[in-house]
């Protein structure tokens, strides 16, 4: 069974990043997404290597958004991948069986696709409206959520191991959970106030 909470990382520096990952693990989250869309590969191969150090230290898992050959390099636990990013079936070749290789939804559609490719995950969102997405996906709200796992069940497929990402906050956990979504990815609850991570952790029944 996956930790059902996922730290997505933040910060506009290497400094930042570093920060707010160490703060993160040291409030108890155990899964630590390495996201830095604006960083030179070399100083985001230096930032992928040192979360790695740091999740090895809090024996947590490390996962890096996008770039499947620095996860492959530094020896990470996986990757996640938008859907503009390289396949699914690409990194698992690259990475083998045993790496955790996640997917980003937006729709219907978007799901069965993931499904179809066997990825370990989805995140699916954005919940509501959030800063930390340049190019933000159409909102989907809980009723979207809804509606989702609703169609699933209606085309007799399995719900797949979903996580709710994109503004979630402590209090939507019951909720998502009374829906049917797995667990969440949160960045900038946890980055402005590290502490809440225990509580969100608490919240999963």
Request: hydrophobic fraction near 40%; include cysteine.
């Amino acid at each position: 069974m996956k930790e059902k909470l996922q730290y997505i990382s933040q910060g506009n520096t290497k400094e930042e990043q570093e920060f707010n990952i160490y703060n993160a693990l040291d409030a108890g989250v155990k899964w630590v997404q390495v996201r830095w869309k604006n960083a030179s590969e070399s100083e985001l191969v230096e930032l992928c290597e040192k979360a790695r150090i740091l999740c090895n230290e809090y024996q947590a898992i490390c996962i890096i958004n996008d770039h499947i050959q620095i996860a492959k390099e530094i020896e990470a636990d996986g990757v996640h991948l938008g859907l503009n990013d390289d396949s699914i079936l690409k990194a698992r070749q690259i990475l083998g069986a045993n790496k955790i290789i996640g997917g980003t939804a937006n729709t219907l559609e978007h799901v069965l696709q993931r499904v179809q490719e066997s990825c370990d995950y989805i995140g699916l969102g954005p919940l509501r409206f959030t800063e930390t997405k340049e190019k933000l996906s159409p909102i989907l709200g809980f009723e979207g959520y809804q509606q989702l796992i609703e169609d699933l069940k209606a085309r007799l497929i399995d719900i797949p191991m979903i996580y709710a990402i994109g503004g979630v906050r402590l209090e939507d956990i019951e909720l998502l959970q009374q829906i049917g979504i797995y667990g969440v990815a949160v960045s900038g609850q946890i980055t402005s106030q590290p502490s809440i991570a225990n509580e969100f952790i608490k919240s999963f029944k």
